[in-house]
């Protein structure tokens, strides 16, 4: 995934409505912890996959990834590595984690409340 696109989805989380930002930080914090492992992470990432994946046939079609939301969908496009036009979850699980290790700025595996608000700060020019 080009640096470009990794610095879109990170604007887009860090620029969500604090109620929205807050719920998906939620939804992910499997254990309530209050951060993110790096296995929570993936584990969101295929319940996604499984969300996306409307017929259920392990693969995401062209179809299915463009009706995915616009901040996903071209890393999506990025997913298909064998260029069958279709991304299967083997391939979206491969793919790297760029976003989440941006924001695990001490590289323990995790992204903790405050790893997540301090990049939250200095994108709004704090």
């Not at 976003?99 to 990049?119: I, M, N, P, Q, T």
Request: hydrophobic residues 45%.
């Amino acid at each position: 995934m080009p640096k470009r696109a990794i610095l879109v989805a990170a604007a887009v989380l860090l620029t969500a409505t604090p109620a929205w930002a807050q719920d998906r930080w939620r939804r992910m914090d499997a254990n309530g912890d209050g951060a993110i492992s790096r296995a929570e992470a993936e584990a969101a990432r295929a319940a996604y996959f499984t969300r996306l994946d409307d017929d259920g046939n392990g693969l995401l079609s062209r179809a299915e990834r463009i009706a995915a939301p616009a901040r996903i969908e071209r890393g999506l496009f990025w997913a298909d590595a064998n260029r069958d036009g279709q991304a299967s979850r083997a391939e979206v699980m491969a793919q790297p984690y760029r976003a989440f290790a941006w924001l695990d700025r001490d590289r323990d595996g995790v992204v903790s409340a405050a790893e997540l608000e301090s990049v939250r700060a200095r994108a709004n020019g704090g």
